[in-house]
C-alpha cells in the first residue's frame, strides 16, 4: 500500500499511520530500529529503499527516507507511506523536503523516530565531511557512509579517518567480509608460521582494496605493500608471504577467487562483489562501535604512504565499489 500525502506535516503523517493501523491491522510490529536514509539523489531514492526493504526482513524496522529536493523552492513537505508489499518487513516513509527546510530534516526526522529504539544513519551517496556532526548524524548511535559513492574515493576514506567518531562505518568495509573471512581460516591452517609480508593487489580509487591493506597491516604488524590493477577490477588479490610460502588469495575475474599456500589443495570459492542490500543488511546487525574496522582506517593512512608515486597516479570511476 502506498499513501502520498503531499504539502504535508510530520502530525499528518503520524495520524496516517495510526489510520493505516487501524484500517489494516498492525503494521511490522517488533521493529528493532529507525534507518534513516539520507540523499540528495532522486534515483537513489527508490535504490536505497529497495536495499532497505531487503535488510528490513532480518532486521525489522521503521525506513525514513529523507529526500533533499531544491531549496530554490517554496518550504514544503511531501511525504509518501509504504506499508505491506511496498515496505518489506517495515514501513516506508519518503519524506521530500524543499526550500530551507531541506536544511533542517532532523527536524523533520524526530517526531517520526520509533520511541525507545536505536537510530542508524544512512548516507547512500555523498556524506558529510564528519557524520557524527550532521545534525542527523547526531540522533543516530550508527552512522553508515559509502566511500566508493564519492567523486574521490580515497579522499572519501582519508576524511572518514580523519573525522573518525565511535558508531563509524563505511559500506567499503562490509564489502570486505569475504575476503577477510577466507584470509582469516586460511592462517588458522598449518603450517602455522608467521606471516612476514602482505601484497594487496587492486585498483587504485578501490576504497576497500585499501581497508583490506589496512586490516592486514593492523591485524598482523607486518609491512603491507598496496600494489594497483587495471580499472574497473576491484580487488584482485591478496599476498601472505611466509617463510614456507605465500599464501595467496586470487580473484581475476570478480566472480571466483583462488586460494593458495603450501601443503593444502588449491581451493575455488564464489568471491562476487556484494551488493549493497547484503552490506547494509550487515552494518545493521551492530550497534556498537567497531574497533576492527577503526583500526583499518588508522593503518589505510601508513599503507598508502608506502606506495611509489606511480602506484599513487591512476583515479578511475570505474571501480569504485567493486571489491
Known amino acids: 500500500m502506498i499513501v502520498d500525502l503531499p504539502s504535508t506535516t510530520t502530525s499528518a503523517v503520524n495520524h496516517a499511520l495510526i489510520d493505516i493501523r487501524q484500517r489494516g491491522g498492525a503494521v511490522a510490529l517488533g521493529r528493532v ?17 529497495e536495499a ?22 517554496g518550504t514544503r513537505l511531501d511525504a509518501q507511506i509504504r506499508v505491506g508489499g511496498d515496505a518489506g518487513a517495515s514501513d516506508v516513509l519518503v519524506l521530500r523536503l524543499y526550500g530551507p ?19 542508524v544513519a544512512w548516507w547512500p551517496g555523498l556524506a558529510p565531511p564528519i557524520p557524527a556532526q550532521d545534525p542527523i548524524g547526531r540522533l543516530a548511535q550508527r552512522r553508515i557512509t559509502d566511500a566508493a559513492a564519492a567523486p574521490q574515493p580515497i579522499k572519501a576514506l582519508e576524511s572518514r579517518r580523519a573525522a573518525y567518531a565511535d ?29 612476514e609480508a602482505v601484497t594487496v593487489t587492486g585498483a587504485a580509487d578501490n576504497p576497500s582494496a585499501d581497508l583490506l591493506a589496512g586490516w592486514l597491516r593492523s591485524r598482523l604488524q607486518v609491512p603491507v605493500r598496496r600494489r594497483t590493477s587495471p580499472p574497473g577490477g576491484g580487488i584482485s588479490s591478496a599476498v601472505l608471504e611466509r617463510r614456507c610460502g605465500p599464501v595467496e588469495l586470487v580473484r581475476p575475474d570478480g566472480k571466483v577467487g583462488t586460494l593458495r599456500q603450501r601443503g593444502q589443495p588449491d581451493r575455488r570459492m564464489p568471491l562476487r562483489r556484494r551488493p549493497v542490500r547484503e552490506c547494509l543488511t550487515e552494518e545493521l546487525r551492530r550497534l556498537d562501535p567497531d574497533e576492527i574496522y577503526h583500526a583499518a582506517l588508522q593503518a589505510v593512512t601508513e599503507v598508502n604512504g608506502r606506495r611509489g608515486g606511480a602506484a599513487k597516479g591512476v583515479r578511475s570511476g570505474e571501480s569504485r565499489g567493486s571489491p
Request: proline share 8%; net charge negative.
Open 33 to 49: 530500529l529507525t534507518l534513516v536514509i539520507i540523499t540528495d539523489d532522486s534515483v537513489q531514492v527508490e535504490q536505497s529503499i
Open 52 to 73: 532497505a526493504n531487503e535488510a528490513s526482513k532480518e532486521h525489522p524496522c521503521r525506513v525514513l527516507v529523507v529526500a533533499r529536493g531544491l531549496k530554490r523552492a
Open 167 to 195: 558508531g563509524d562505518t563505511d559500506l567499503a568495509w562490509s564489502r570486505l567480509t569475504p575476503w577477510r573471512a577466507l584470509l582469516a581460516a586460511a592462517l588458522d591452517l598449518p603450517p602455522h608460521e608467521d606471516v
Open 101 to 119: 527546510l531541506a536544511d533542517h530534516g532532523d527536524s523533520v526526522v524526530v517526531p517520526l523516530l520509533l520511541p525507545d529504539c536505536p537510530v
